[in-house]
């Protein structure tokens, strides 16, 4: 915990193929072993929500993605202490060949979400994704600058319907 601190910004990807199947994993530790859910990780030092998001679904899977949208955000605090944050994009894959990461995963597959409604072994996340779809997405806008006093490297904004803009 120390390495993290009190307060963890994690990221997680759903990725849907053009027939609407999602990339689901099995990991080998923690809460979800054995348990159907979705590629994930923390975001480091350096990096971008998106970017890490990408990265973490390549390093799990091995699939690349380009990311179409923030779907939610999960937030809680795990024993009155720890401040823990998820961003969940929605993301489109680039292939469909899995390499799973095997020190962490056990099992990696592009699946139906009728084949995972009601899986015993999917996650409650995947489950409450299941129900709330199509979720409406916040769509990243990197154009907008805040002024060099700032020293962004890079800066991105995540926001609803900019069509009407």
């Known amino acids: 915990m120390s390495k993290r601190g009190k307060v963890w910004l994690a990221v997680?990807?759903?990725?849907?193929?053009?027939?609407?199947?999602?990339?689901?994993?099995?990991?080998?530790?923690?809460?979800?072993?054995?348990?159907?859910?979705?590629p994930a990780g923390f975001v480091n030092e350096g990096e971008t929500i998106d970017q890490a998001v990408q990265r973490e679904v390549l390093e799990e899977t091995g699939i690349a993605t380009s990311v179409k949208g923030i779907m939610s955000v999960r937030s809680g605090v795990i024993q009155g202490e720890i401040s823990d944050n998820m961003i969940i994009f929605l993301l489109e894959p680039k292939g469909e060949h899995i390499i799973i990461q095997e020190r962490e995963l056990s099992e990696g597959a592009f699946l139906f979400p009728t084949?995972?409604?009601?899986?015993?072994?999917?996650?409650?996340?995947?489950?409450?994704?299941?129900?709330?779809?199509?979720?409406?997405?916040?769509?990243?806008?990197?154009?907008?600058?805040?002024?060099?006093?700032?020293?962004?490297?890079?800066?991105?904004?995540?926001?609803?319907?900019?069509e009407n803009k």
């Open 12 to 38: 997680s990807g759903l990725v849907i193929t053009s027939d609407g199947r999602w990339l689901v994993v099995k990991k080998k530790y923690g809460g979800l072993k054995g348990k159907w859910s979705l």
């Open 115 to 162: 084949d995972i409604a009601h899986d015993e072994h999917a996650s409650v996340l995947i489950q409450y994704l299941l129900e709330a779809m199509p979720a409406p997405l916040l769509q990243m806008d990197g154009t907008l600058n805040p002024g060099e006093q700032f020293g962004y490297t890079v800066y991105n904004i995540f926001v609803g319907n900019t």
